[in-house]
């Protein structure tokens, strides 16, 4: 099993910066992806970017060009870097790392706490 620690999150106003971590503990061999997820009020929870352990990634339309995620495979971390933030980026911010089973096609999801962040108008 993987533990995720998600860390960084606060309240920033509109055009600001924020970095967030995730440090991965347990079973992290097994980790293919590591990406992180956002849940604002009232909306469900969507793919903000992922990264495989390569170094591909993936970063859903709203935030491209403004939202960079990198990956330390050595610290077992994953970050994500947040510029030109908008109050619509406010949300419920979590790390996920997908692990293979050693089966094909069969994968595990872990998740972290959740860190908030606050853009502010």
């Known amino acids: 099993q993987v533990q995720l620690v998600e860390s960084g999150g606060g309240l920033v106003q509109a055009g600001g910066s924020l970095s967030l971590s995730c440090a991965a503990s347990?079973?992290?061999?097994?980790?293919?992806?590591m990406g992180w997820h956002r849940q604002a009020p009232g909306k469900q929870r969507e793919l903000v970017a992922s990264?495989?352990?390569?170094?591909?990634?993936n970063y859903a339309d709203s935030v491209k060009g403004r939202f960079s995620i990198s990956r330390d495979n050595a610290k077992n971390t994953v970050y994500l870097q947040m510029n030109s933030l908008k109050p619509d980026d406010t949300a419920v911010y979590y790390c996920?790392?997908?692990?293979?089973?050693?089966?094909?096609?069969?994968?595990?999801?872990?998740w972290g706490q959740g860190t908030q962040v606050t853009v502010s108008s």
């Open positions: 990264i495989t352990s390569g170094g591909n990634t």
């Open positions: 996920n790392a997908r692990s293979r089973t050693g089966v094909w096609a069969q994968s595990r999801d872990s």
């Open positions: 347990g079973r992290v061999f097994m980790i293919d992806v």
